[in-house]
């Protein structure tokens, strides 16, 4: 039992992980679909902790149950096998411009809080997920396992010393924002990292074998999830002009424990270190399939095209490409909300 719950909160950190990237870790998502709506992202914020839990439990069960290998089979399952084949390519793309994010989230790391180059940043990334690569799913978890709970060892720790100690208006008002896009943001940014998790959660489902495991670990790291982003918009929400920042968990960091800021720095980029890992060895185990090459000219192949695409600049990235994948992903929400009854009788499916 004890071996089970361990293997449990290893699924865990890798979801977490996964999630975790670029804009939550570095604050810049968490201020776009949640701090800005004031108390009204706070009720966000518990809707997609709902959502996290319920639906990524739910995900690496049926991968479990239909034998997926890849998010290839799965879309497959939930689509058919001609609208699936559509919105697997869809997916190769997402994929490739969330790691172009992700790396350009570790530029905007290196750049705006280390003072180094852009490009160093990304290439410092780069090399260190070709190395973890090497180790395949070992190297996923042991990266987790050590970045995650800092990650919410320090959101915790901010969050308290705002709250205990008065730090600007904390959870802010409810947003004067009379276009009710406060309702639909937490569904946009759940299907968005569901959708994307799934690279990731597919194929380690189907190595876990096990469905307790996997459903228990889809809880726990649903529920580490909300607890990040609850704890990370309090501290946002006493940064005065929050949406100005590309980095604004450190700047928070900076004003109310600048003594532990380096160390905060690296967390952050180690969260985004284990999203660009997730992502690239769902999109390796997806090529493989379809492309008889070494594992690690395929994962050159990924970071070299992701490269290219995050040189247009972290800020933009996150700003028009999230929302439009958030959009392209309600689908696959949906779907997997839907009993197993109604879903069969879709005629999509059994195209």
């Given at each position: 039992?004890?071996?089970?719950?361990?293997?449990?909160?290893?699924?865990?950190?890798?979801?977490?992980?996964?999630?975790?990237?670029?804009?939550?870790?570095?604050?810049?998502?968490?201020?776009?679909?949640?701090?800005?709506?004031?108390?009204?992202?706070?009720?966000?914020?518990?809707?997609?902790?709902?959502?996290?839990?319920?639906?990524?439990?739910?995900?690496?069960?049926?991968?479990?149950?239909?034998?997926?290998?890849?998010?290839?089979?799965?879309?497959?399952?939930?689509?058919?096998?001609?609208?699936?084949?559509?919105?697997?390519?869809?997916?190769?793309?997402?994929?490739?411009?969330?790691?172009?994010?992700?790396?350009?989230?570790?530029?905007?790391?290196?750049?705006?809080?280390?003072?180094?180059?852009?490009?160093?940043?990304?290439?410092?990334?780069?090399?260190?997920?070709?190395?973890?690569?090497?180790?395949?799913?070992?190297?996923?978890f042991g990266v987790n396992l050590v970045v995650v709970p800092i990650m919410v060892l320090f959101s915790l720790i901010l969050a308290s010393k705002v709250l205990m100690g008065g730090e600007g208006p904390v959870l802010g008002a409810f947003s004067?924002?009379?276009?009710?896009?406060?309702?639909?943001?937490?569904?946009?940014?759940?299907?968005?990292?569901?959708?994307?998790?799934?690279?990731?959660?597919?194929?380690?489902?189907?190595?876990?074998?096990?469905?307790?495991?996997?459903?228990?670990?889809?809880?726990?790291?649903?529920?580490?999830?909300?607890?990040?982003?609850?704890?990370?918009?309090?501290?946002?929400?006493?940064?005065?002009?929050?949406?100005?920042?590309?980095?604004?968990?450190?700047?928070?960091?900076?004003?109310?424990?600048?003594?532990?800021?380096?160390?905060?720095?690296?967390?952050?980029?180690?969260?985004?270190?284990?999203?660009?890992?997730?992502?690239?060895?769902?999109?390796?185990?997806?090529?493989?399939?379809?492309?008889?090459?070494?594992?690690?000219?395929?994962?050159?192949?990924?970071?070299?095209?992701?490269?290219?695409?995050?040189?247009?600049?972290?800020?933009?990235?996150i700003s028009i490409l999230y929302p439009i994948f958030g959009y392209m992903s309600l689908t696959v929400l949906f779907l997997l909300v839907l009993p197993e009854s109604v879903l069969d009788r879709i005629p999509f499916r059994n195209s």
């Amino acid at each position: 039992m004890r071996g089970k719950w361990l293997s449990a909160f290893q699924v865990a950190a890798v979801y977490v992980g996964t999630v975790v990237g670029a804009g939550f870790a570095t604050g810049k998502e968490i201020v776009e679909f949640f701090t800005q709506y004031g108390l009204y992202g706070l009720i966000g914020i518990l809707l997609s902790g709902c959502l996290f839990m319920w639906i990524g439990a739910k995900m690496m069960i049926v991968s479990q149950e239909i034998g997926a290998k890849s998010y290839k089979e799965f879309n497959e399952y939930l689509f058919g096998n001609k609208i699936g084949t559509i919105v697997n390519i869809l997916m190769l793309l997402v994929l490739v411009g969330v790691t172009s994010v992700m790396l350009s989230g570790a530029g905007a790391v290196f750049h705006e809080q280390l003072g180094l180059p852009y490009l160093t940043g990304i290439g410092i990334t780069i090399i260190l997920t070709v190395g973890v690569m090497f180790f395949g799913v070992k190297g996923l978890f042991g990266v987790n396992l050590v970045v995650v709970p800092i990650m919410v060892l320090f959101s915790l720790i901010l969050a308290s010393k705002v709250l205990m100690g008065g730090e600007g208006p904390v959870l802010g008002a409810f947003s004067s924002d009379t276009s009710l896009r406060w309702i639909v943001s937490p569904f946009i940014y759940t299907a968005f990292n569901l959708a994307m998790a799934q690279a990731v959660l597919v194929p380690l489902a189907n190595e876990v074998k096990d469905r307790s495991i996997v459903k228990w670990g889809g809880i726990i790291g649903g529920g580490i999830l909300c607890l990040i982003l609850i704890t990370n918009h309090i501290s946002l929400s006493s940064l005065p002009n929050v949406g100005q920042f590309e980095i604004p968990m450190a700047e928070v960091m900076k004003t109310l424990m600048f003594s532990f800021y380096w160390l905060y720095v690296l967390v952050i980029y180690g969260e985004i270190f284990t999203s660009v890992i997730g992502d690239v060895f769902g999109l390796e185990r997806q090529i493989k399939t379809a492309i008889r090459l070494p594992s690690i000219l395929i994962v050159t192949g990924i970071l070299t095209v992701a490269f290219f695409i995050s040189l247009f600049g972290y800020g933009s990235l996150i700003s028009i490409l999230y929302p439009i994948f958030g959009y392209m992903s309600l689908t696959v929400l949906f779907l997997l909300v839907l009993p197993e009854s109604v879903l069969d009788r879709i005629p999509f499916r059994n195209s």
